[in-house]
């Protein structure tokens, strides 16, 4: 069966400092891997995405993240937090249904709190 | 452009009650997922439509079902209701972008509350 591990339940940056979430899945075939971020009360938005290739991988808002297989990870990192980066953040995994959509498996998600 | 529409945002209900949610994709979508959030967890997959065919199911009770209709749109039912069916209940839509297909495009979600 699929997971996804998120070992930080919390983290806390100050504002202009680097953020790195960590991510680690488990998945029986090539893995389809995506990072969501969720504003509290709100919906999620997807900040980026691995399906093959190059495995660092650019997002929305300055966010990139580095598919490592032989580790089974997928953290997050932007090198300058801004005050407005605070919210939860999920990675999710699940195969390629390119017509019906993906099925995804969601990590516990990671809560950042950023320091004026 | 419009994107995926869900109602209502938030509602009380008492348990054994049933709830019916609404969710409407972004135009030219033909798929739409279903996914429970609880409180400080991560979404669970319930179900997934596209062309009004269910396509999977998570690991939920039958008390949960969904359908969807001939404009996309669909509805996440919930019968004899729990105190632990109160969630964040997220609706997605995908289409067939060559760009990023198989993407979900996430609502704002149906916050249910019972007690």
């Known amino acids: 069966a699929q997971s996804v591990t998120q070992p930080d339940i919390h983290i806390t940056v100050s504002e202009g400092a680097s953020l790195e979430l960590r991510c680690n899945y488990s998945?029986?075939?090539?893995?389809?891997l995506f990072w969501y971020v969720q504003s509290p009360g709100q919906g999620l938005q997807l900040l980026l995405k691995?399906?093959?290739?190059?495995?660092l991988v650019q997002g929305i808002k300055g966010f990139e993240a580095e598919f490592k297989r032989s580790q089974s990870s997928f953290n997050l990192r932007k090198p300058s937090v801004h005050w407005s980066d605070a919210a939860e953040y999920f990675c999710?995994?699940?195969?390629?249904?390119?017509?019906?959509?993906?099925?995804?498996?969601f990590g516990g998600g990671t809560r950042v709190l950023v320091k004026p | 452009d419009a994107g995926v529409t869900q109602s209502p945002t938030h509602l009380i209900k008492t348990r054994g009650q049933q709830v019916t949610l609404r969710c409407s994709p972004i135009?030219?979508?033909?798929?739409v997922s279903w996914y429970q959030q609880v409180l400080g967890q991560g979404p669970q997959f319930i179900f997934q439509?596209?062309?009004?065919?269910?396509?999977g199911r998570g690991n939920f009770p039958d008390r949960f079902s969904a359908r969807q209709f001939p404009n996309y749109s669909s509805e996440l039912n919930v019968n004899a209701l729990l105190l632990g069916d109160s969630a964040l209940y997220l609706c997605?839509?995908?289409?067939?972008?060559?760009?990023?297909?198989?993407?979900?495009?996430f609502g704002e979600g149906s916050r249910l509350t019972v007690l």
């Open positions: 997605a839509s995908s289409g067939t972008s060559l760009r990023s297909p198989g993407e979900l495009f």
């Open positions: 998945y029986g075939a090539t893995p389809y």
């Open positions: 691995y399906f093959s290739g190059d495995t």
């Open positions: 999710a995994v699940g195969p390629m249904i390119k017509a019906a959509g993906n099925k995804l498996t």
């Open positions: 135009s030219g979508h033909k798929s």
């Open positions: 439509y596209y062309e009004k065919e269910e396509r």
